[in-house]
């Protein structure tokens, strides 16, 4: 019981410090830039002049869903491999995972 209340303690700092660490996603040869939080939030998103197309509003919107879903993938990945260091890489039933 200890162990599995320092673990749960553990993790809960483990989510504050992901609040402060960051992934970046690149789509369409880096002309869309999202930056995600390890709580999965999106934190900015960088746009290059090139690809503001008023002609071709569809491609930019495709460029920006792709550029943050692929932020969040990262971002996950990042949280998981973070928790594995707390976890073991064990699944413990009952402990919330990211």
């Known amino acids: 019981m200890k162990q599995a ?3 749960q303690e553990k993790m ?7 609040a402060d660490k960051t992934v970046e996603a690149t789509a369409g040869g880096g002309m869309v830039m999202a930056t995600v939080n390890g709580r999965f939030e999106l934190v900015s998103i960088k746009l290059d002049k090139e690809v503001v197309n008023t002609e071709d509003v569809e491609m930019l919107q495709d460029l920006i869903v792709a550029a943050v879903n692929e932020g969040i993938r990262k971002a996950q990945a990042m949280a998981s491999a973070e928790m594995a260091k707390i976890t073991g890489g064990f699944n413990i039933p009952g402990m919330p995972m990211m």
């Open 5 to 7: 209340k320092k673990i």
């Open 12 to 18: 809960a700092r483990l989510q504050e410090e992901l």
